[in-house]
């Protein structure tokens, strides 16, 4: 009479194997590579609106790219902030990153306002935000580019 197989210790084995097998973390659709740092100059000046100026007021970039905006120490704002300008109250994939405001505190030695969590679902297109300044006071400097995301 043959004997029968030693089924349950075999799939012990296997599950055991597939347990301590290294797992990798998913891969981004987008390559590691193609992923860039794109730097925005912003000037924002209390009391004078003339001088406040960003050097790209159209930023083409990549989906997945991280955006670093960064104040001229000719910038008088002691925080600005970097918030996405409402065109339409419907539309509600009107901004590329998960944050809806990308703040900056100068007073913290950090006069940097970092863009670096772009919605993986993110659709081609033109992103229009603002750049708003916090002035002593009552008063605010503001700036109006826009972000265009191309594949």
Not at 17 to 43: D, G, I, K, Q, Y
Not at 60 to 72: K, S
Not at 101 to 111: I, K, Q
Request: hydrophobic share 40%.
């Amino acid at each position: 009479m043959p004997r029968p197989r030693p089924f349950i210790p075999v799939l012990f084995v296997v599950v055991a194997l597939l347990a301590a097998a290294p797992w990798r973390a998913p891969r981004s659709a987008e390559p590691a590579a193609r992923r860039t740092t794109h730097s925005v100059t912003v000037n924002l000046t209390c009391g004078d609106d003339t001088d406040d100026w960003v050097s790209d007021s159209s930023l083409e970039v990549m989906r997945g790219d991280t955006i670093d905006w960064v104040l001229t120490p000719a910038s008088n704002v002691t925080k600005f902030k970097v918030k996405r300008k409402n065109k339409n109250l419907f539309w509600i994939d009107g901004w590329p990153f998960r944050r809806r405001d990308l703040d900056s505190d100068s007073t913290a030695n950090n006069r940097v306002a970092r863009g670096n969590d772009m919605r993986p679902d993110v659709k081609k297109g033109v992103y229009s935000y603002e750049i708003i300044g916090k002035c002593q006071g009552p008063d605010e400097a503001r700036i109006d580019p826009d972000i265009i995301i191309d594949f």
